[in-house]
């Protein structure tokens, strides 16, 4: 059997709840499904789980957010949602919007118990709701609460993570006896106190999987609204095409910021148990997305090219650096103190260079250099801004690694200098980077010479 989740767009008005029925209805494989909360509203364009974090912080959350949407006007926002739902979906009112308002209203919660606790109401009176419709439609569907079956998180209430009992409660409760279809909200448990607990956000990928794993699916749908991953982002090449087949690796190695499809500790445990992951379009079902893997057959080099814009590179410049036992270590000690995460370490016999997102460096540049100076006891750091870094992916990179070759020969070809290269050790992707401002050209380049030629020999 399939385990399928259906995310925030998917579920977000009559419209898209239909769809998902007829595409539950289509495939009698498709026995166990996870839905997230509502999407964005109409009024404000929010998600209703912010919304519902608004409400639980007394309208902070969208302050220190600089949104200008009140406590007040996020409880309306969350209710007319439901209430428009209902209607539409001619669901009885009374079954969902009397608890959700008691909830929200005479919640005797506090601090992250509380918000943990109002976080999980999205996807709870969605899953409700859903059933409700699910079961005017004629589907034998089971509603698959995570505080009944188990679902057990540990006591961080805003960051739980599932532990093992989940499983055997899973593979308990899920009996598929009576032919029923399961439907589970995403995204919460509960701890073993008995106390809601949310896990991280887009945690419904993670019930997801979870349930994937402990039940052996042979497949786990992850429907969204793209049809799948692409080759490059589609918002700069328009012609890109969606990867058809995927490694896991492979993903991790594509995915950038703005460009992320799931959530990747949803990939761990299928990743383990080799069950693969397929992303695919809820408004475009016929199209069969992306099909991620342990292992493929590369039929090609390169398979995708991901780019991170508006990077920083911190160039030291130290004698005898690589001599110095622990000098990395010390240094990126330094930048977790910060708070900043760091991507890519080139180094050589007395240079290392950081990569870091530039905006990590606001407001901390200053006191970031004076403690490495200081520490390190090294006065020669340069911060190279502005700077994207374009990573080149294939398995068949390993293969074949002239494709780094006509690579290089593509960006000369154009007159594109770069300011820095770098092979990954896995063999299977390297790096590129360019100055911003001529990123989205040498991503084209690249493009139109490493991905393109590909199809006109298949
Ligand atoms: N509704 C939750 C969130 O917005 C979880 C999810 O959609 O996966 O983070």
């Known amino acids: 059997m399939k385990v399928c989740k259906f995310g925030g767009s998917s579920v977000k008005d009559a419209t898209q709840i239909k769809k998902v029925v007829a595409i539950v209805k289509s495939d009698s494989d498709r026995k166990v499904i996870v839905v997230s909360a509502p999407g964005r509203d109409e009024k404000y364009d929010e998600k209703i789980t912010d919304h519902l974090l608004n409400f639980a912080t007394d309208g902070h959350y969208f302050n220190e957010h600089k949104i200008e949407v009140s406590a007040k006007q996020s409880y309306d926002a969350i ?94 409760q899920f009996s598929f006896e009576n032919g029923e279809i399961y439907l589970v909200p995403g995204f919460y448990g509960v701890t073993k106190n008995k106390d809601i607990a949310v896990m991280s956000r887009g945690g419904s990928d993670l019930t997801g999987g979870e349930l994937a794993y402990a039940l052996d699916a042979y497949l786990y749908e992850n429907w969204t609204d793209t049809n799948g ?91 005898m650096l690589s001599e110095e036992i622990g000098f990395t270590a010390e240094l990126l000690k330094i930048f977790g103190e910060f708070g900043i995460g760091t991507y890519h370490y080139p180094t050589d016999k007395d240079d290392i260079a950081i990569l870091v997102d530039q905006e990590d460096l606001q407001g901390n540049i200053n006191s970031l250099r004076r403690e490495i100076e200081k520490r390190l006891k090294t006065g020669n750091l340069y911060v190279t801004y502005n700077l994207a870094i374009i990573t080149i992916v294939g398995i068949g990179i390993k293969e074949n690694t002239f494709a780094i070759v006509d690579a290089i020969n593509a960006l000369k070809q154009n007159h594109i200098s770069f300011d820095l290269f770098d092979m990954s050790p896995s063999k299977i992707s390297f790096h590129i980077g360019v100055p911003q401002n001529i990123s989205d050209v040498a991503l084209k380049t690249l493009y139109t010479n490493l991905i393109e030629p590909q199809y006109k020999t298949d």
Do not use: W
């Open 229 to 319: 991953v692409y080759e490059v982002d589609p918002r700069i090449i328009e012609d890109s095409k969606v990867i058809p087949r995927l490694t896991f690796k492979e993903l991790r190695l594509l995915s950038s910021k703005g460009f992320n499809v799931f959530h990747f500790n949803a990939m761990l445990n299928c990743k383990k148990s080799k069950i693969p992951i397929n992303i695919r379009n809820t408004n475009n079902p016929d199209h069969e997305g992306t099909l991620i893997q342990s292992e493929r057959v590369p039929m090609e080099d390169t398979i995708g090219i991901a780019k991170l814009d508006n990077m920083a590179s911190i160039h030291i410049q130290k004698d």
């Open 79 to 172: 209710i007319t949602k439901y209430e428009k739902l209902c209607e539409d979906l001619k669901v009885d009112k009374k079954i969902i919007i009397r608890p959700l308002k008691k909830e929200l209203l005479e919640s005797k919660l506090k601090g992250e118990k509380k918000e943990a606790f109002y976080l999980s109401r999205g996807e709870h009176h969605n899953a409700k709701l859903i059933e409700q419709f699910m079961k005017q439609q004629g589907i034998n569907v089971k509603l698959m609460l995570p505080e009944e079956f188990g679902f057990i998180l540990s006591e961080e209430s805003r960051n739980g993570k599932v532990l093992r009992e989940t499983y055997e409660n899973i593979q308990k």
